[in-house]
């Protein structure tokens, strides 16, 4: 489960960042520490790797894939941008201010900037105008930026501009009143881009203008929809712009240009000599060579030294800590804190008779069930399955993965009652065997049957997850009793298993993940509440069941943190109670991060821009090569030394 395709409404929903609001941009005050790794690279530091997939566009102000959003990323910088530590940072914008209600921004853009082509040559500066420029593009739906465009829903009549030239599309100009299905086309109110607040006040000012406060707007500069284009180039390249069959159909104001790109041969970014903070690119030239093979045969290249970088997948992974030879030459990449996994109840069954639907929404609405199940759900030996060499890493206390945000340097799942939940394991043997007895007692009185049939399902094209559904089996049925609950397990289709297993409720209990869209506690609480469609805890209002009353006070919860908007750390406050009350009333059971990757790679990875959204962690400024490849002993050293300097 994902984003939405579509213009976001225009609600709080898209609050977004990691850093406070502040009247201009600062440092974040911390010393960058020196990188491990085999010391100093050459003078010429060339980073080398190979690519397996190749990007179908370069048009940044369009894409939504993390692939070729990467390009962009590198060669374009936006507005802001982060540090190695989280703290937002001046970049096309040397500085910003606000109004008194924090509805309009406005930004002092740096002077000198150049726009510059493959060879390096200049073409022109940067000013305000580009910023304009592009987000009329991004909000012409001629251009089909989709999701992209939806960022922009929280600025002044982005969305009714953006829905306006759709239906432009759809009616051929008004022309037509229905669709290709018959269907009618209903007439959106005339609007012109001038009145979107997007305003260049003079060549180095820019203005945007809110629909309503969003505390943390800033952050949301940092997707690739809001990077600037020059207007004469755009105009030049038509719908050539960005496409992806050579360096020429791009400018470039970033760290990096485009010096070569050929279409699944080479990608070359170099240096470019011409950027503002050229003195922060320690990385001379980045070469990405094509190989459909890649992840076979780059193991075998590092080990000859052609590459600097490459995957260790589980099935060599053993091999390589065992050999002297490979077993310093293999760390991890950083943890991923922009998605997690956690499992569901499903509160509204749709799925076959043989499962006995009705006797599951007897048993899902207990408390004490629900609760069993929590404490009885060893997660770390399901894990054991995708992690055997580490599988405690993965495991979370909460649905928020613990680093995505901090207010005031603290992080957020130390805020109130989530502190404690953090502090311990929801698996807990003799509490979920207590659970169950209270839970059988008060379930036999309401009629319900034992055991309880359990659906679960998987998706059999994701790796291991039949195994993970195996191990859950076992050892639930074995701690809580297969007189107590017979889980089945069920795999669904490969394709669409989204559509027609979770969104058509056809399951009982499932491990379902979710990935965050903007920088702030309220993007976790979308899963279960909010305008998406397809909200775990939806279900439950509209059913009408007794878990209602429990949903409903979990809503009110977070209506109350969305509604704070100025006092950022009541806002975390209020937000860690919500989710809090999730957890211990066991609506959602927290289960992990993403799974762990190994690597082979000359970068200390945590000199990479830190954010969990955005483009900020694809780039390469501000990375050393190491002249040696990292180890673990240095992965984790390097670690040490950016959770003491955060």
Same mark, same amino acid.
């Given at each position: 489960?994902?984003?939405?395709?579509?213009?976001?409404?225009?609600?709080?929903?898209?609050?977004?960042?990691?850093?406070?609001?502040?009247g201009?941009?600062g440092?974040?005050?911390?010393?960058?520490p020196a990188?491990?790794?085999?010391?100093a690279?050459?003078?010429?530091?060339?980073?080398?790797?190979?690519y397996?997939?190749?990007?179908?566009?370069?048009n940044?102000?369009?894409?939504?894939?993390?692939?070729?959003?990467?390009?962009?990323? =590198?060669?374009?910088d936006?507005?802001?941008?982060?540090?190695q530590?989280?703290?937002?940072?001046?970049?096309?914008?040397?500085?910003?201010?606000?109004?008194?209600?924090a509805?309009?921004?406005?930004?002092?853009?740096r002077?000198?900037?150049?726009?510059?082509?493959?060879?390096?040559?200049?073409?022109?500066?940067?000013?305000?105008?580009?910023?304009?420029?592009?987000?009329?593009?991004?909000?012409?739906?001629?251009?089909?930026?989709?999701?992209?465009?939806?960022?922009?829903?929280?600025?002044?009549?982005?969305?009714?501009?953006?829905?306006?030239?759709?239906?432009?599309?759809?009616?051929?100009?008004g022309a037509?009143?229905?669709?290709?299905?018959?269907?009618?086309? $209903? !007439?959106?109110?005339?609007?012109?881009?001038?009145?979107?607040?997007?305003?260049?006040?003079?060549?180095?000012?820019?203005?945007?203008?809110?629909?309503?406060?969003?505390?943390?707007?800033l952050?949301?500069?940092?997707?690739?929809?809001?990077?600037?284009?020059?207007?004469?180039f755009?105009?030049?390249?038509?719908?050539?712009?960005?496409?992806?069959?050579? !360096?020429?159909?791009?400018l470039?104001?970033?760290?990096y240009?485009?010096?070569?790109f050929?279409?699944?041969?080479?990608?070359?970014?170099?240096?470019?000599?011409?950027?503002?903070?050229?003195?922060?690119v320690?990385?001379?030239?980045?070469?990405?060579?094509?190989?459909?093979?890649?992840?076979?045969?780059?193991?075998?290249?590092?080990?000859?030294?052609?590459?600097?970088?490459?995957?260790?997948?589980?099935?060599?992974?053993?091999?390589?800590?065992?050999?002297?030879n490979?077993?310093?030459l293999?760390?991890?990449?950083?943890?991923?804190v922009?998605?997690?996994?956690?499992?569901?109840?499903?509160f509204?069954?749709?799925?076959?008779?043989?499962? $006995?639907?009705?006797?599951?929404?007897l048993?899902?609405?207990?408390?004490?069930?629900?609760?069993?199940?929590?404490?009885?759900l060893?997660?770390?030996?399901? /894990?054991?399955?995708?992690?055997?060499?580490?599988?405690?890493? /993965?495991?979370?206390?909460?649905?928020?993965p613990?680093?995505f945000? =901090?207010?005031?340097?603290?992080?957020y799942?130390?805020?109130?009652?989530?502190?404690a939940?953090?502090?311990?394991?929801?698996?807990?043997?003799t509490k979920?065997?207590?659970?169950?007895?209270?839970?059988?007692?008060e379930?036999?009185?309401?009629?319900c049957?034992?055991?309880?049939?359990?659906l679960?399902?998987?998706?059999p094209?994701?790796?291991?997850w039949?195994?993970?559904?195996?191990?859950?089996?076992?050892?639930?049925?074995?701690?809580?009793?297969?007189?107590y609950? &017979?889980?089945?397990?069920?795999?669904?289709?490969?394709?669409?298993?989204?559509?027609?297993v979770?969104?058509?409720?056809?399951?009982?209990?499932m491990?379902?993940g979710?990935g965050?869209?903007y920088?702030?506690?309220?993007?976790?609480?979308?899963?279960?509440?909010? &305008?998406y469609?397809?909200?775990?805890?939806?279900?439950?209002m509209?059913?009408?069941? !007794?878990?209602? &009353?429990?949903?409903? $006070?979990?809503?009110?919860?977070?209506?109350?943190?969305?509604?704070?908007?100025?006092?950022?750390?009541?806002?975390y406050?209020?937000?860690?109670?919500?989710?809090?009350?999730?957890?211990?009333?066991?609506?959602?059971?927290p289960?992990?991060?993403?799974?762990?990757?190994?690597?082979?790679?000359?970068?200390?990875?945590?000199?990479?821009?830190?954010?969990?959204?955005?483009?900020?962690?694809?780039?390469?400024?501000?990375?050393?090569?190491q002249?040696d490849?990292?180890?673990?002993e240095?992965f984790?050293?390097?670690?040490?030394?950016?959770?003491?300097?955060?």
């Amino acid at each position: 489960m994902k984003r939405r395709n579509r213009i976001l409404a225009l609600s709080l929903t898209l609050a977004m960042g990691l850093g406070l609001l502040s009247g201009c941009g600062g440092g974040s005050g911390n010393a960058t520490p020196a990188p491990t790794g085999g010391g100093a690279a050459p003078e010429s530091a060339v980073y080398r790797k190979l690519y397996g997939s190749e990007v179908s566009t370069m048009n940044y102000l369009t894409t939504n894939t993390i692939l070729e959003q990467t390009v962009g990323a =590198n060669v374009i910088d936006c507005l802001v941008e982060y540090d190695q530590y989280g703290a937002l940072q001046p970049s096309l914008a040397e500085s910003w201010t606000t109004n008194d209600d924090a509805t309009v921004y406005t930004f002092k853009i740096r002077q000198g900037v150049k726009w510059v082509d493959s060879s390096g040559a200049e073409q022109g500066e940067l000013t305000a105008n580009d910023f304009v420029t592009a987000a009329a593009y991004v909000l012409d739906a001629t251009h089909q930026s989709g999701t992209a465009a939806s960022y922009f829903g929280v600025v002044k009549n982005a969305e009714a501009y953006f829905n306006y030239t759709s239906y432009l599309i759809t009616s051929e100009n008004g022309a037509k009143t229905t669709d290709a299905e018959g269907n009618a086309i $209903e !007439p959106v109110d005339p609007i012109t881009f001038e009145e979107v607040g997007v305003k260049a006040l003079d060549d180095y000012t820019l203005e945007y203008t809110l629909e309503q406060p969003v505390p943390y707007f800033l952050s949301g500069l940092t997707y690739v929809c809001f990077m600037p284009v020059y207007g004469p180039f755009l105009e030049e390249k038509g719908d050539s712009f960005g496409a992806a069959t050579g !360096p020429d159909t791009l400018l470039y104001c970033g760290a990096y240009i485009l010096s070569d790109f050929a279409p699944q041969q080479t990608h070359v970014y170099t240096k470019n000599a011409s950027y503002w903070d050229k003195d922060k690119v320690y990385i001379d030239q980045i070469v990405e060579t094509y190989n459909s093979q890649y992840n076979t045969v780059g193991p075998q290249m590092v080990k000859t030294g052609e590459i600097d970088q490459a995957d260790i997948g589980s099935d060599i992974l053993d091999s390589w800590l065992l050999d002297p030879n490979t077993a310093d030459l293999v760390s991890k990449y950083r943890a991923k804190v922009d998605y997690s996994y956690f499992y569901c109840f499903n509160f509204n069954p749709t799925f076959d008779a043989e499962y $006995e639907p009705e006797n599951w929404r007897l048993a899902v609405n207990n408390e004490n069930f629900r609760q069993s199940l929590m404490a009885g759900l060893d997660r770390v030996r399901e /894990l054991s399955v995708l992690d055997p060499n580490d599988p405690q890493s /993965l495991a979370i206390n909460s649905v928020t993965p613990p680093g995505f945000t =901090n207010a005031d340097g603290k992080e957020y799942t130390q805020f109130g009652d989530l502190a404690a939940i953090m502090a311990r394991d929801s698996f807990d043997e003799t509490k979920a065997l207590e659970y169950r007895d209270a839970a059988r007692a008060e379930l036999e009185a309401a009629g319900c049957t034992f055991p309880v049939k359990v659906l679960v399902r998987y998706n059999p094209a994701t790796v291991d997850w039949d195994k993970e559904c195996a191990v859950v089996e076992q050892q639930m049925e074995g701690l809580l009793g297969s007189d107590y609950i &017979d889980i089945i397990t069920v795999a669904g289709p490969e394709s669409n298993f989204l559509t027609e297993v979770r969104r058509s409720g056809d399951y009982a209990f499932m491990k379902c993940g979710w990935g965050a869209d903007y920088a702030d506690p309220q993007t976790w609480t979308d899963p279960f509440y909010g &305008d998406y469609k397809y909200a775990f805890l939806t279900e439950a209002m509209e059913a009408g069941d !007794p878990v209602a &009353d429990t949903v409903a $006070e979990y809503r009110a919860l977070v209506e109350a943190a969305i509604a704070e908007t100025s006092d950022m750390a009541r806002r975390y406050e209020l937000f860690a109670a919500a989710e809090a009350y999730l957890i211990d009333h066991a609506l959602a059971i927290p289960f992990s991060t993403s799974q762990t990757s190994y690597q082979v790679v000359r970068l200390n990875v945590f000199e990479t821009q830190y954010a969990p959204f955005g483009v900020s962690g694809l780039r390469y400024k501000g990375q050393h090569l190491q002249s040696d490849y990292v180890s673990m002993e240095q992965f984790e050293a390097n670690l040490a030394a950016w959770e003491a300097a955060r």
